[in-house]
């Protein structure tokens, strides 16, 4: 099946920096992707919808300009945290839809687990 | 109420035993339904897409019952490896999805 990477895998950073996830399709264009972020034991929270070329759409209480993202190409998509506190320590996962035919399907890449001291 | 609603269990079963889940979705323009699988601490994969007809994949069964508004996963001859968390997905429109909060199963020796 496709193939979406995520870079980094695990990130520890300090209070107040800002840090940047890559989300990438290997093997197909995305025109979309989607940005979740999981808390231990709870669901994935859809955050924000990435197009590329255009601004991203995101879910309401999701500050836009705390959580960047820019979706440049139809293959790469990076979502940044700035300013990062210790209540953004979370799982953040991004996904990326692929049509083939009339079936469009969302593949996940592995996640990025943030830790932010 | 929420737009997509599931059992969070836990479901605890006998290896070899069959257990259904079901999943409802509030939104009758909801045009394309999927079951995922998450490990603990991994991310979701994609176990199988739901048809309006219904689908088999091995011991996987999966219905749509748009009449209703749910959709429904039937795992057959459970195994240790099928213990996970099955989240529910609803696509409605072109950039809408929304996931179920998932339910976990456990599958006993």
């Known amino acids: 099946g496709a193939v979406v990477s995520q870079h980094p895998s695990r990130v520890i950073c300090k209070s107040g920096t800002s840090v940047k996830i890559e989300c990438r399709s290997l093997d197909f264009q995305a025109t979309t992707m989607f940005w979740y972020r999981q808390f231990p034991k709870q669901s994935l929270m859809l955050m924000a919808t990435?197009?590329?070329?255009?601004?991203?759409?995101?879910e309401q209480g999701v500050e836009k300009d705390k959580f960047l993202i820019n979706h440049a190409s139809l293959t790469l998509s990076t979502l940044t945290v700035t300013s990062a506190h210790p209540e953004d320590s979370s799982f953040y996962i991004c996904?990326?839809?692929?049509?083939?035919?009339?079936?469009?399907?969302?593949?996940f890449g592995p996640g990025t687990r943030l830790l932010v001291l | 109420r929420k737009e997509v609603e599931q059992d969070p269990g836990p479901f605890n079963v006998p290896e070899g035993a069959t257990v259904a889940f079901n999943c409802t979705y509030s939104n009758s323009a909801s045009q394309s339904f999927f079951w995922y699988r998450q490990d603990c601490r991994k991310e979701p994969k994609l176990l199988m897409s739901v048809y309006s007809s219904g689908n088999e994949d091995g011991r996987f069964t999966a219905q749509l019952n748009r009449a209703s508004q749910y959709i429904s996963l039937l795992i057959r001859d459970s195994k240790l490896s099928d213990s996970a968390t099955y989240l529910c997905?609803?696509?409605?429109?072109?950039?809408?999805?929304?996931f179920g909060t998932g339910t976990k199963l456990q599958v006993i020796p």
């Open positions: 997905v609803v696509n409605i429109g072109y950039q809408k999805v929304t």
């Open positions: 996904s990326a839809r692929s049509s083939t035919g009339y079936q469009e399907t969302q593949y």
């Open positions: 990435s197009n590329e070329g255009s601004k991203a759409t995101y």
